[in-house]
Structure formats: C-alpha cells, structure tokens
C-alpha cells in the first residue's frame, strides 16, 4: 500500500515538473542553437569542411599514388595462376596446372623522367592543398567580418527607426496642431519607410552570410554569432614590398615543369631503348592431355627467366603522344604565366583602391564624428534654450522634431564609416592574399 502510494506521488511530481523541464529545455537548446563563435573556429572548420581542401587532399594522394607507380615499375611484381583444361588430339597449349611470373623494369631512360615528372606533380599538388586552405580562409574571414559589421549595422538602423517612429509621433501632433505642415509628416514617414526598406535589405544580407558561413564551416544555419573580438588587426601590407611565392602560382609553375619532364620521357620513350626481367615457372601435367605423345622428354617443373630488350625502330604511336605531352607542357607554362599577370593585376588594382578606400574610411569617421557632436549641441539647445530668444534675429528655438532627426543622421554616419571600414578590410585582407602574406593572417589568427 505504501508503495503503491509512493508510485502515485513521483507521477504526479513529474507531470507536475514536466513544464518546468520542458521549458528548462527549450532555454537550454535555444542558447546552444546561437552561441559566439570565434574567427579562429570558424576559419579552422571551414578548411575542414570545404570542398576545395578535400579536392586538393584527392589530388595529393593521387599524385602520391602517381609517384608510387613510377618507382614501382623498377620493384619485380609476383603473381601465380592456372590454366587447367582439358585437350583432345594435338596439344593447343601448355598444360600448365599452376604458374608463376615475376617481371621488372631494369632500365628506362623515359621511366626516369616519368619519376621526376611524379615528385614535381606531388609537389605541385601539395603548393595547390595550401592554396585552396589559404583561399578557404580568405572567404571564411571575408564573411565572417562582414556579418560581423552588419550585426553593428542593424544595430544602428533599429535605433535608427525607434527614432523615426517618435519623428513620426512628434510630427503627427504638429501637423495636426496646424504648426508644421503635412509635408513635414509625408517627410517623417518617407524617412521612416527608408529605414525600414535599409533594416530589410541588411537582415537579407545578413541571412545570406549566415547560409554562407553554414556551407563553409558545416555548422547549422544562424548558430554561428560573430565575436568581434576575436578579430585581430588586419597586417597593414603595401605594394612596394617584395612579394612572397603564393602556393597557387608556385603550384602551377612546378605543374608546367611536371609537364615538361613527362613530354622529356615520352620522347625518350621512342629514342631510347628499354630493358625488362622476366622469369617464369611452370607446374604442368599430363592428366588431362597427351601432350607427353606428341612431345618427348616431358617435365613437370619448368622455369625460364631472362631480359627483354626493346629497341624502338618505327613507333609512331609512341611519337605522336610524345607530341602531345609536349603540347600539355606548353600549355601549362602558358598557364602560369597567365596566373601570374592576373595575380599583377589584382594587385595593382587592390593598391590602387585601397588609397582611396582608406580616405573614404577617413572621411566616414570624420562625419560620424562630426554628427556626433551635433547631436550633442542639438540636445543642449533643446534643454538649456539657445539664450537668445528674444534677441533680434536670433535663431528660432529648436523643436522636438530636430532632436530626432540629429539621432537619425548620427546613427546613418555611423553606420556608413562601419561599412567603410568594411569595404577598406575587405580590399587589405585580399591585398595580403594576392601578396603571398596569408600566413601573416593566420598567425595572427592562432596568436589572438
């Protein structure tokens, strides 16, 4: 009976606290589903995470791969089977019950080049595996700042439009006392739905950086918060410093002279010739054939061994794909060079820019804070008078209303200098990149 009671008492205390469980779950997942993530994390799982790194990770194991069975050639492969059949009259073929061969590459003047070509592939693939981690870590960083300053921005603009909304009250009462005419409310409310079409257009973009960082780092869409501090100053670099190798142009111009190795082999291939070893071993029996009547002297343990020599005399074949490797090589030195130029290019583009970037970042912080000022000599007036009302000429007092657009026209400079220094981190970020200085980057990164 007493237990049966106690039984009673923990069911009605968990139908009791289930609410209260529930609840303390939904907070609980809530706060695990947004948490602050830092710049660190985020480039650290999007190297992870990214298609370009595990395609670049394929192409390195298939050029070591590559390197494998060139040096393999020389190293005697092993292999044993059997042929057991049945034969009727005059023997067809060996009648082999099992068999071993063994055979090798002993000299290949081409197989050499092959080799060389094989490293400077693993080489090249190893240059571009860096290349596509520096280029992941580039977008990661890009997005991740820029959600970052959109975050501030929206911030802005919701002050922005808390202020609008009391414009929009202040100007109501006005219009309808008969002291300000409807234009003036028409304005309020222009500036008003301008803000909100502003607010909009920011909470898209800040979506799609959101979708964006989920792709590259794997994590679920809108759990990733940016924490501002976590960003480290961004190296200042210039054009007039020496350019470091840049793994993905390193990359290319050790492809091109894999390229050119390997058309040098295929050329040799039908200029010089080639030896190869060879042995095999025969068990063969007379069970089912009569190969014993038509053949005297018959054995069942047969072994021969020995070199082959090959002497290309006509191989056209052979010639026309020494023809096209050689084509290829070509090609990819022509596609290095052009890397190079593009390379030239962005920077020269990226240093002119970012002068006149950094002026417009300037100019941004100056009218910011020259607003900022006048705001505070806006809220003054409003509360101390201007002392001069009486006095001929003198400036009317000031309105509610002045105060309200001061906020707004505060708010609008500050976030146009926090999406100028966006603009300006972006073009540094990429000048360091095109630079070869990523490694700077992410030092700094695993330092913060």
Known sequence: MVRKMGVKLRQKLLVFMAPGVAALALVCASALAQAQVSLTSVVELAQQNSSAVKLANADLQKALAALDQTKDAYIPNFA??????????????????????????????????????????????????????????????????????????LEGVREQEQDAVRLVAIEQQRTEAGVDPLSALLQAKLTAAQLKLSRLHLETRS????????????????????????????????AGEAPRP??????????????????KGADLAWRRPSIGFGAVYNYDSNELNSYSTYYNNFTPNNVSFG?????????????????????????????????????????????????????????????????AEQLKSVLAQLELGNGATNTPGAPPQLSPTAEQLARIDERQKYVDAIEAGLDLSKARLNLLHALGHMQDWLNELHAK
């Not at 960003?231 to 210039?238: G, R, W």
């Not at 096209?324 to 820019?353: C, F, M, Y």
């Not at 950094?358 to 100019?363: G, I, L, N, R, S």
């Open 80 to 153: 044993i089977g059997s042929q057991v059949g049945y034969s009727h009259g005059f023997p067809t073929g060996q009648p082999s019950v099992g068999s071993a061969t063994m055979q090798s590459l002993v000299l290949s003047f081409s197989q050499r080049q092959y080799t060389k070509a094989a490293r400077a592939g693993v080489e090249a693939a190893n240059l571009n595996l860096k290349d596509a981690k520096e280029q992941v870590a580039l977008d990661a960083s890009t997005a991740y700042i820029e959600m970052d300053t959109v975050d501030s921005e």
């Open 207 to 238: 979506a799609t950086l959101a979708k964006q960082l989920a792709t590259l780092t794997g994590l679920p869409v809108g759990s990733i918060v940016p924490d501002h501090a976590s960003i480290p100053e961004i190296p200042a670099v210039s």
């Open 246 to 263: 840049i793994p993905g142009i390193q990359s290319a111009n050790v492809l091109a002279r894999s390229k050119l190795l390997e058309a």
């Open 307 to 371: 070199l082959q020599i090959t002497v290309p005399f006509f191989d056209f074949a052979v010639r026309a794909k020494a023809k096209v490797s050689a084509a290829e090589a070509l090609r990819a030195k022509v596609e290095a060079e052009q890397a190079q130029e593009q390379n030239d290019i962005q920077i020269s583009q990226l240093t002119s820019s970012l002068g006149e970037l950094d002026a417009q970042a300037q100019v941004a912080s100056l009218k910011q804070q020259i607003s």
